[in-house]
Each structure stands twice: as structure tokens, then as C-alpha cells.
């Protein structure tokens, strides 16, 4: 706090006594623009907050919106969305509104697509907030939304030797299971798909869905994504089929692990030497193997967490109504770009209400018999005894 604040926390302590608040609204008017400050003084006069409803268009209700109106209606502080306006604006060519009118500036097309992403509401809806036409709306969403999705190279990124120093550290702390630099699962996303797909992409609980798989670090930042295969598919036939599996395959498991690191994953995948599953539970576990199973599943769970956060805060992807298996993809893409985009801002304090914690897990994860080599054994049995003592 600045010596500037620590003297109106003072200041405001004796004026809360005091029914006069003109002093107070006279300093509202005339201190340095600062969020606490505004908040110090506010309380102090007894001044309630007066958060604003959008109504009418964007351009009377925007200017007036507190930090925290902001935050809630495009997920993201004010900050981070001027970082994220100026990296747009570098990629996104200037759209113009159909009919003859002017261009739609760059920092409403924005605010535009993350209304539609973060509210999922209608196009209609949209546009008699922002005083355009649906077909506008409709315009500027597919274009910033396929630019957003662009910039996945640059926020989803596979960490280097040094940042998995870091990060294998990080996922120790959680509760010490040693060499894990990442967790992978599958997220189903709700959809509506095309005639033609109806059946493909018809998941366990009969409803449509594609599905994303994910790769996290410790702090619930996407390190990998691969977007677009059906809901019916089996979690370990989506990974074999991702760029990242075929890179391995192709290049090298030490391309990505460095010969020491591995990922978590459940059940669904198999186990492999970068890869450490769970032991299969057929009803005679021994008790280190059990142990073994509770620490890697208090790991494993900050993906479950990661996508909880995703969709919570970007909640079109709790229903994406896009008939374009394409679109569909565009969007969620877009939303992790975002998710990692608004983290890395440290923009991370999105509120536990808002969380999505109904994440339902339909992965295929029945029994099988673990199709599995002596080495990967050994590892994974390696580290069972290293958690002998950990509970």
C-alpha cells in the first residue's frame, strides 16, 4: 500500500464519524486514479459501489463500468485485455459492418467476442448491446475468434529443460510424486453437430459432444491441446491420433521428457515409460500399490481442476451451438488460448463460484488388462517405493 493510501486509511477512519461527506467526495474527485483509493474512500463515507447493468448500448454503459463490472462480463481485467487488443490487432485485418456503415473498431469487435465467449449468448442478443446487426456480430465473432486461435503457438507451448525444472518441482509440491511435468485427460464439450455427424459424435450420456484433450502444468496452464475428435472416441485412440503422440513416436520420447520426466494420466491410457497410469484395481492392490494410486490421482486431478476453470469462465464451451465441426473447434481453441493467455497475465483469480466443477468424466475407463512392457513396469514400481512413506 502507498504512503498516499496509508494516510487516507487514516483519514477515512476518522471521517466515518463524521455525517459530512463532502470532504470525502471532494478527494474522489481529485486523487490520483487508483482503484483502492476509490474503494478506501468509499467505504469511508459509507458510499456503496453502484455496479452497472448494461442497458442500452455499449458505447454509454461501457465507460462507466467499475474494474470488477469489467472482469465479470469479459473475463479478464481491463490490463489484460489491453494486451490481449494489442496482440490481436496484429494479426486481425479491419472488418467493415455490412450495409455501408463504418468499420467496427478493433477494441468493440473484441469486447464483442469475449461477451460471446465468456455470456454464450445469442446473436441478437449481442448486437442490441453493442448497436450492431446479428449479421455483424456474427462478422466479427468467426473472424476474432479464428485470430484468437492463432495465437496457440504462441500460449500453448511445450516446456523446455528448464521450465520442467521448474515445473516438475511445482507438481512435487502438490503431494510428491516425483518427475511429473504434466497431466493429460479428455473434456467433453457439449455441441450441436451437422446431420451427417449425429451418430459419430454421440458420447456415452447420448448427447453430442467433440472432445479436448489437454495436457496441464502444476499451475493449471495448458502445455498441449489437441481439438475435434468425436465424443464416442476412447481417450487413449484420441491420443494416438494427436500430433504430440505421432511426434513421439516419430522423434522420440526424450524430444519432449528429456529421458527423466513422464506425464499422469488415468486409467483410459496405457502405460508407458513417459506416461505413468494408475495400477488396475482388480480387488488385490497391495497397499503401496493403493498409495500409490491416491498420491498420483491428488496429482493428476489439476487437469480435472484445469478444465473446470476453462469452462467455467468461458462458458460458451458448455454448450457450443455452432452446427460447424470446424467452428466448433475454433471456438474451444480460442478459449484455451485464452485461458492461458489471461493466466500468464496473472489474471488468474477467477472466482471458485464461477468455476465449472460439473466437469462429468465420460472417458472410457473400463476394465482391461495392462498391455504393458517390463520397463514401464519398473519405472512406475520405482516410484511406488519412493511413495512408501508418503500418504
Not at 494408475?278 to 500409490?292: A, F, Q, V, W
Not at 475454433?330 to 477467477?350: E, G, R, S
Request: net charge negative; aromatic share 10%; with cysteine.
Amino acid at each position: 500500500m502507498s504512503r498516499e493510501e496509508q494516510n487516507l486509511l487514516v483519514l477515512a477512519n476518522h471521517m466515518l464519524f463524521d455525517s459530512d461527506n463532502s470532504v470525502i467526495l471532494h478527494l474522489l474527485n481529485n486523487v490520483s486514479n487508483n482503484n483502492l483509493t476509490e474503494k478506501i474512500l468509499l467505504c469511508a463515507s459509507g458510499i456503496r459501489e453502484t455496479h452497472i447493468r448494461p442497458d442500452g448500448y455499449y458505447e454509454d454503459w461501457l465507460p462507466r463500468y467499475l474494474e470488477t463490472d469489467f472482469f465479470r462480463m469479459f473475463r479478464m481485467s481491463h490490463a489484460t485485455f489491453e494486451q490481449l487488443l494489442k496482440k490481436v490487432c496484429l494479426k486481425v485485418e479491419k472488418k467493415y459492418a455490412h450495409g455501408g456503415h463504418l468499420p467496427v473498431p478493433q477494441e468493440k469487435c473484441l469486447l464483442i467476442t469475449l461477451w460471446y465467449l465468456g455470456k454464450a449468448e445469442t446473436f441478437v442478443s449481442i448486437g442490441d448491446k453493442f448497436n450492431v446487426s446479428e449479421s455483424t456480430v456474427l462478422h466479427v465473432t468467426e473472424s476474432y475468434v479464428a485470430t484468437v486461435a492463432s495465437l496457440a503457438t504462441d500460449y500453448i507451448k511445450w516446456p523446455n529443460a528448464a521450465e520442467c525444472t521448474v515445473i516438475e518441482q511445482q507438481f512435487k509440491g502438490i503431494a510428491e510424486y516425483p518427475g511429473v511435468i504434466g497431466a493429460i485427460d479428455g473434456c467433453h464439450i457439449p455441441c450441436k453437430v451437422p446431420e451427417k455427424h449425429q451418430l459419430s459424435y454421440l458420447n456415452r450420456k447420448h448427447s453430442h459432444s467433440i472432445l479436448l484433450q489437454g495436457i496441464c502444468d502444476a499451475n493449471c496452464i495448458f502445455t498441449n491441446i489437441f481439438v475435434g475428435f468425436p465424443g464416442s472416441a476412447h481417450d487413449s485412440r484420441v491420443f494416438q491420433n494427436s500430433s504430440l503422440y505421432k511426434n513421439i513416436e516419430e522423434f522420440g520420447p526424450d524430444t519432449y521428457f528429456y529421458s527423466k520426466y513422464h506425464l499422469l494420466g488415468d486409467s483410459a491410457y496405457f502405460l508407458r515409460d513417459w506416461l505413468i497410469t494408475p495400477y488396475i484395481d482388480n480387488g488385490r492392490l497391495s497397499r503401496d500399490e493403493t498409495n500409490h494410486n491416491t498420491i498420483h490421482s491428488r496429482t493428476r486431478v489439476v487437469i480435472e481442476n484445469t478444465f473446470g476453470r476453462l469452462k467455467g469462465r468461458w462458458r460458451i464451451l458448455q454448450y457450443v451451438n455452432a452446427y460447424s465441426i470446424k467452428k466448433i473447434v475454433l471456438i474451444t481453441t480460442a478459449c484455451c488460448v485464452l485461458h492461458n493467455f489471461t493466466y500468464l497475465c496473472n489474471d488468474h483469480m477467477w472466482p471458485e463460484s464461477y468455476v465449472d466443477d460439473d466437469e462429468d468424466d465420460l472417458s472410457y475407463t473400463t476394465s482391461r488388462s495392462e498391455n504393458i512392457s517390463k520397463q514401464n513396469t519398473t519405472k512406475r514400481n520405482c516410484i511406488k517405493d519412493l511413495l512408501k512413506n508418503n500418504v
